[in-house]
């Protein structure tokens, strides 16, 4: 008898499949990647950025924001949720960094209900700036008050030979060599005023009358950029010296090239004693200034403002002649 016929056929072993199982990021591996972005996160954050390096590094952080993703993807194929939170709250922390810049303020209250002062400012290169295009922009944006950084003695004369004057004929200018001189040109009368003179560059520093306004003060700004530990130090030194707002007290205005932007510590303390600025006020923060073309594009240039002062519009004018763009702003002042 054929017991073949009758047997059980032996079970068909397949080859176990490997589909059941996802391939997953080493944690050890998704935390070192993250570690980079967490330190940049805690340096910015706790306002570390005091010298030389770190001055020159912060100033990156809306790149670092933007590749904060990175290590957040790389988290997530871990499939473990403690490195997926720590890149969660990383990425938090950037954006809250950045989008203050990026949303507009509310309205001061009470709403200022004084007259419209249209600040223009702009750092020279060196006096290379083309005059005939800064007296132009002048004209045509119908600025009330030019704030310039840079300025040299042969800058200035080409200001006055392009007709500067005609449109702004008040002045307080400390025309220098090289990147030390700065200047203020304004529509309405100017009284110089002393301000810190240990600096160089210059800080040209200037009372302004303006009709239907209270008193008024005006700074041209330009500290040198922290390009070692010993400029470092001094630009510190020179953003600490700035006049502080006085809510109570006189309106101030600071603008300039301040070679710091939101992420510094330095610039924030001064933002901290009752300045606005003005981009930012108006969802313009993040609007770069330096260098007018290329990258990576930084926002150095500002105009600060009394947070009595109501932002009505910013914007950004290309200067030929200039790595910098001009920067202009829209500022309702209170009524006197």
């Not at 810049?101 to 600040?119: C, E, I, K, Y």
């Not at 392009?162 to 030390?180: M, N």
């Not at 810190?196 to 303006?210: D, H, K, L, N, Q």
């Not at 606005?276 to 990576?296: E, I, K, M």
Request: proline share 11%; glycine share 8%.
């Amino acid at each position: 008898m054929d017991r073949s016929a009758n047997a059980t056929p032996p079970t068909e072993r397949r080859p176990k499949s490997g589909g059941g199982r996802r391939w997953r990021l080493p944690g050890a591996l998704a935390w070192l990647l993250l570690l980079p972005w967490a330190l940049w996160a805690l340096v910015r954050g706790l306002g570390l950025d005091g010298g030389y390096p770190l001055a020159m590094v912060v100033a990156l952080t809306p790149y670092a924001a933007a590749t904060a993703v990175l290590p957040l993807a790389a988290a997530l194929l871990t499939r473990c949720w403690q490195p997926v939170a720590a890149a969660v709250a990383v990425a938090v922390a950037f954006a809250a960094f950045l989008l203050p810049r990026a949303l507009t303020d509310a309205p001061p209250a009470p709403a200022p209900d004084g007259p419209t002062l249209r600040v223009l400012t702009l750092n020279m290169a060196l006096g290379r700036a083309d005059a005939r295009t800064v007296v132009e922009l002048v004209r045509t944006t119908g600025a009330d008050l030019l704030s310039v950084q840079e300025l040299t003695p042969d800058a200035a004369r080409a200001l006055a030979e392009a007709g500067l004057d005609e449109p702004l004929p008040h002045a307080v200018v400390d025309a220098l060599p090289g990147a030390s001189g700065g200047g203020l040109y304004s529509r309405y009368p100017l009284t110089a005023l002393p301000g810190p003179t240990r600096y160089e560059p210059a800080m040209p520093w200037a009372g302004v009358e303006i009709p239907g306004a209270p008193a008024v003060e005006v700074v041209s700004v330009h500290p040198f950029p922290p390009l070692g530990a010993a400029p470092a130090r001094e630009w510190t030194a020179y953003l600490e010296d700035l006049p502080r707002a006085e809510p109570a007290g006189t309106v101030r205005i600071l603008a300039g090239d301040f070679n710091a932007t939101h992420d510094h510590s330095a610039f924030r303390d001064l933002l901290a004693s009752g300045y606005t600025d003005a981009a930012a006020a108006v969802g313009n923060g993040l609007t770069t200034t330096w260098p007018a073309r290329g990258s990576p594009g930084l926002v150095l240039d500002h105009v600060l403002v009394d947070t009595r002062v109501r932002t009505a519009r910013t914007g950004v004018h290309p200067v030929p002649g200039s790595d910098h763009l001009a920067v202009l702003a829209d500022l309702v002042l209170p009524g006197d």
